[in-house]
């Protein structure tokens, strides 16, 4: 698999000052790719709680972010891959996953839940669909986009 490379016109960041980032910001960027049942206060909470995050900015603005949700030696997820759209197709989502997932080496399970129609990037990453996971749906939404028909 080809590592991505960065781009010099961005800063790419690893843990950084979370206190710094324009939560609402992220929001607007969640809406943009119409993720849409966030509030700052809990996104800002969940990124602090997490075990890696990462920020690319293009300038002093945020254009893609990404974390890692794991227990420190057993399992970790990759969460909130997010890339503005005007910025999509540079690389920068392979560059997320990529960096995040080398954060896990020593992990045992890595996996993460992919948004509706997005298997075939992580399947061109290398990652493999898992047969023995499950999700307790939190709503019918969740149950129509991430759920096998019975």
């Given amino acids: 698999m080809n590592i991505p490379q960065e781009n010099p016109q961005y800063t790419y960041i690893v843990n950084p000052d979370l206190s710094k980032i324009d939560w609402d910001y992220v929001i607007s960027l969640f809406y943009k790719i119409e993720w849409k049942h966030r509030k700052a206060e809990e996104i800002a909470a969940a990124f602090k709680n997490s075990t890696t995050t990462l920020f690319i900015f ?8 990404g974390r890692v949700v794991g227990d420190g030696r057993y399992y970790a997820m990759l969460a909130d891959i997010v890339v503005d759209p005007d910025y999509q197709q540079q690389g920068l989502g392979k560059y997320l996953v990529t960096t995040l997932n ?6 045992h399970f890595v996996n993460l839940s992919v948004a509706p129609g997005a298997d075939h990037f992580y399947k061109s990453m290398g990652w493999k669909k898992q047969t023995t996971a499950f999700i307790w749906p939190q709503g019918p939404k ?8 019975e």
């Fill in 58 to 65: 293009d300038n002093d603005r945020i254009i893609a972010f």
């Fill in 102 to 107: 080398n954060q896990l080496e020593n992990y």
């Fill in 142 to 149: 969740q149950l129509r986009q991430h759920c096998e028909a």
